[in-house]
Structure formats: C-alpha cells, structure tokens
C-alpha cells in the first residue's frame, strides 16, 4: 500500500512513469559511484631494519587502519621468524640446534626452499648462509678494518647453502654444520612485501603498495590508473615501462649505493660475493621484476655478484621474470 500512495504522489506531481524510472535509474547509478569511491591512504611504520611503507585504496579510513595494521602485524610476525638480530627469531633457534632435524614454520620453510632452489640456480652467488661473513663485514664496517685471511677462511668454512636439508613431508629443516648462521635479508624483505599485500587483500583492500626498503609488491591498479608508477633510476627501457604500469607483481632493487666502507682508498659494498667473502668493489645495481616477491629480492641479489656471462642465462630459467643490470667500475 505504501508503494501505491507513492505512485500516486508521483502521478500528481506531473511525473510519468518512464520518467520515474529514469529518476530512480540516475539515483541508483549516483549511489553506485559513491559506494564504489575508494580512498587513498597512506601508513609507515619500521619493521626489518627498514621504514615500511604502505599506499593502499580503500572505502572508508576505517577499513584502510584495519588493514594495514593487519599488514603491519604481519611484516612483525615474520621478523619474529626471519630477523639474524633478534636472539630468540626462529632461524637463530635453527642455527644453535644445528645438526638437528627441527620443525620449522611454512613462512621460513618457504623461505628457506626458495632460497636453496635460488642458490642452486646462482651456483652460489645468492646463498642464505653467509651469516658468518656478513658478521665479519658488519665489524669491518665498524672498525675501517678488513678482516684477516684466517677470519674469512673460518667465517667460509661455516656457510655453504649445500649444508642446508630441507624435508617438505615433515615441513623440517636441518642445518648440516655446526656455527653455520642463516642470514636471509637478500629475500625476507620480498617476501615479506607481497605476504602484506596478499593480507591486505584479505581485509579486501585491492589496490595497494607496499615498499620496504628495495622491495615493493604491488596489487590491482589504483582507481583510473593503468597500474603503479614506480620509479626505477638507471634501470634499461624495458623494467622502466613495465615499473611505469605495475600491477600484481614485485619489484626489488639491489645495489651498494647506500651501505658501504672505504678502507685503503677501496669502496666496498655491504653486498658479499658468498664465493670469495668479500664486499664487492664495483658498483652494480640490479632491478627484478616478478611475480614472486622472494624471487624478485633473491635474484636482484643474484644478479649484483654474477659476471656479464651468467645474467642472460640465469634469467633464461624464469620466465616472465624481466631485469635489468648496470655496472660502473670503479
């Protein structure tokens, strides 16, 4: 009955039926467009060493706090499991019971299965045990001294990504050396970056941007956008394009430009060659684009020690993975 009375307010003031209904059909179309509005916002908060960043579009500021301390939690989470500082992280339990078959969780057994196949594929450039070396060049660092042949022969003797078992029935892993130290800030970040965005999906949040330090992961383009515009100095046309339009994948970047020493009139890079234990001394960066934001962080590490002749080949075993590489010796 009350429809009826409506219509007929409707009819007496004149209005047709067909008129009334493109009213109503503007109406619905103008509430559509309103509920559809996403908003942008922006949060930052230091996990891993690092400021994290996050860009996100959402519907109203509540959804947009609700999923990014659900992102924020996340990115703690995995420190908790991931850090080398942090005495009572995970992989600093799996480091003192070495020998030992320990249960592990799925984030580090991901992790740590990526990181063995990488190093495989690298033939060592990218290894996830050169925790022993990064100590010594941490100390270098700090005292404008390198470190002895006898420190890096003892410091070699205890990495070697060949030591690492893995048991995926068991979700276990086993590091086969005593003193080895698993060091995995050449790939935690990146997975780290799209592990948030997948979460922030989850709280239904579509279009994000997550960056930590050189690691970013992004997901659906913002509202009227092609994708994300990332900028990617010094990269080669191809990464730069793609960074210009990016949706739904990673990006990572690595390269000494910003943490070095310079001893004896030598710069060398806080990035290690696993091989030799030694800082690089020339300058490479390297940029990674993928869909795997630990593949993306692992292979730019990759990329920074392995000679001209290895890049074309070693890209050739991913496929959809684009990079790009520049070196200045100096």
């Known amino acids: 009955m009350r429809g009826l009375r409506t219509s007929r307010s409707l009819a007496a003031l004149g209005t047709t039926p067909w008129r009334h209904a493109l009213a109503l059909l503007v109406v619905l179309i103008a509430f559509a467009a309103r509920t559809d509005a996403q908003v942008r916002s922006e949060f930052s908060e230091l996990h891993m060493g690092v400021e994290v960043r996050i860009v996100m579009y959402a519907r109203d500021e509540r959804q947009a706090r609700k999923a990014a301390r659900a992102a924020f939690d996340r990115f703690a989470a995995l420190e908790d499991i991931m850090s080398d500082y942090r005495p009572k992280s995970e992989i600093r339990s799996l480091d003192r019971r070495a020998g030992e078959w320990v249960a592990v969780s799925e984030p580090l057994f991901t992790v740590l299965e990526r990181a063995v196949e990488i190093a495989r594929a690298t033939d060592g450039a990218f290894d996830p045990t050169v925790g022993p070396l990064v100590a010594l060049w941490r100390e270098a660092r700090r005292v404008h001294r390198l470190p002895g042949d006898t ?180």
Request: charged share 20%.
């Open 151 to 330: 420190e890096l022969d003892s410091a070699r003797a205890h990495a070697g990504w060949r030591h690492i078992a893995l048991d995926s029935v068991r979700r276990r892993a086993r590091l086969e050396k005593a003193g080895m130290h698993l060091d995995l800030g050449g790939i935690a970040k990146g997975y780290a970056v799209q592990q948030a965005i997948k979460g922030l999906r989850a709280q239904g949040v579509m279009s994000a941007l997550v960056e930590a330090g050189g690691d970013i992961a992004v997901s659906d383009a913002p509202p009227g956008k092609a994708g994300w515009c990332v900028d990617v100095p010094g990269a080669d046309e191809s990464v730069r394009a793609r960074a210009a339009a990016l949706t739904n994948a990673s990006i990572s970047t690595s390269g000494p430009s910003a943490q070095f020493v310079e001893i004896g009139g030598v710069r060398y890079s806080h990035v290690i060659d696993p091989r030799t234990g030694l800082g690089l001394t020339s300058g490479v960066q390297a940029t990674v684009i993928a869909t795997d934001g630990a593949l993306a962080d692992a292979l730019s590490t990759a990329l920074t020690v392995l000679p001209r002749e290895a890049v074309r080949s070693l890209l050739a075993r991913y496929l959809g993975v684009i990079a790009s590489v520049t070196r200045e010796e100096r």
